[in-house]
């Protein structure tokens, strides 16, 4: 249908409804907005005067209204959906884990999804937010400090593989005994900095299916 | 102590859709008409955008039916029509409703006499 013929108000109107709508499911926002649309060509012909316009618009509510009416969450009871999991939650949990690895711009981009969401409580934010800053990229550095304090003159490939994990292949000139208590450190370090990411991701993904199902119920 | 705004709209949101249903029961209507219609009826609806989705929902519960149709003037409408479902959920919510009001309205009075 052609907006030619709308009201700027209008249009400006429906432009919120959208950005408002932006969440929910493509299909719920398409049909919302038809029928708006309809509603407001309906109400504003050509030729209302912008006083006029505004009060039909003042009547329809505001559209964060009309999108908060229609999420699943403020359903009646009527409605059993399945549970809506959306590409917010599944992205930050991505990032969080992975998105280090972009020069940790994924990783904060991670982080403001995790915060923006409305399915996760503070504990599970705050989980997602301190177990391993970085996620599993934060084993990058670790290998490096690894690779360090192994100490003395390392020949070999130490820029691709830890000394910590093929020490047969490197051929390290380290004093016995010295660099053992760093490579247990490291090790212990490296253990974590994988197992934390890993648990904050189930344990993030798990708390969101949880709140998918309590919306279903 | 006035009644909080809470409970009022929950009151509301609570008897809204049997409004549809029963504004539906003498026939056919187009979305626009009908939301009209119950933004003129007095204290019932604050914002009428919020009908659009209780439409959606009644047609996903298969309480009404609807079909877009052109006009022949202005924009196409979507016209809304109940289902034997819908008219069934109706009249069992009216026979309730009659008992839930009068119960409380007789409480009301009591305590207005007392």
């Known amino acids: ?217 | 102590m006035a009644p909080r705004d809470s409970t009022i709209s929950q009151l509301r949101r609570g008897v809204l859709e049997f409004c549809v249903l029963a504004l539906l029961r003498e026939g056919e209507r187009y979305s626009f008409d009908l939301v009209s219609a119950l933004g003129e009826v007095d204290g019932l609806v604050t914002s009428e955008g919020t009908l659009y989705p209780l439409l959606g929902r009644l047609r996903r519960d298969g309480l009404v039916e609807s079909m877009w149709r052109e006009s022949s003037a202005g924009p196409p409408r979507r016209y809304y029509t109940i289902t034997p479902d819908g008219d069934a959920t109706l009249r069992s919510f009216a026979a309730q409703w009659v008992r839930f009001r009068d119960s409380v309205d007789s409480l009301l009075n009591q305590g207005a006499t007392a």
Not at chain 1, 64 to 71: K, L
Not at chain 1, 77 to 98: K, N, Q
Not at chain 1, 123 to 139: K, N, S
Not at chain 1, 182 to 196: D, N, S
């Open chain 1, 1 to 217: 249908m052609s907006t030619a013929a709308m009201h700027p108000l209008a249009v400006d109107y429906l432009r919120r409804l959208r950005r408002a709508g932006q969440e929910l499911p493509a299909a719920r926002l398409d049909d919302l907005c038809a029928e708006l649309e309809s509603h407001l060509l309906e109400a504003i012909p050509p030729g209302t005067s912008d006083a006029q316009a505004r009060s039909v618009i003042e009547r329809l509510g505001p559209p964060e209204e009309i999108v908060e009416a229609e999420q699943p969450a403020s359903a009646t009871g009527l409605v059993t959906e399945a549970p809506r999991r959306s590409w917010h939650e599944t992205a930050a949990i991505i990032l969080l884990l992975l998105g280090g690895f972009a020069f940790g711009v994924g990783w904060l981009a991670g982080l403001i999804l995790l915060w923006t969401s409305r399915v996760w409580s503070l504990r599970d934010r705050l989980i997602g937010t301190l177990l391993v800053p970085g996620g599993l990229a934060t084993v990058l550095p670790l290998l490096v400090l690894a690779g360090t304090t192994s100490g003395g003159a390392c020949s070999g490939t130490a820029t691709e593989v830890s000394p910590v994990f093929r020490p047969g292949r490197m051929h390290c000139a380290t004093v016995a005994g010295a660099g053992t208590g760093h490579t247990v450190l490291a090790i212990v370090l490296l253990v974590i900095a994988i197992a934390g990411p890993i648990f904050t991701a189930i344990h993030l993904s798990r708390r969101a299916a949880a709140a998918g199902a309590a919306v279903a119920r």
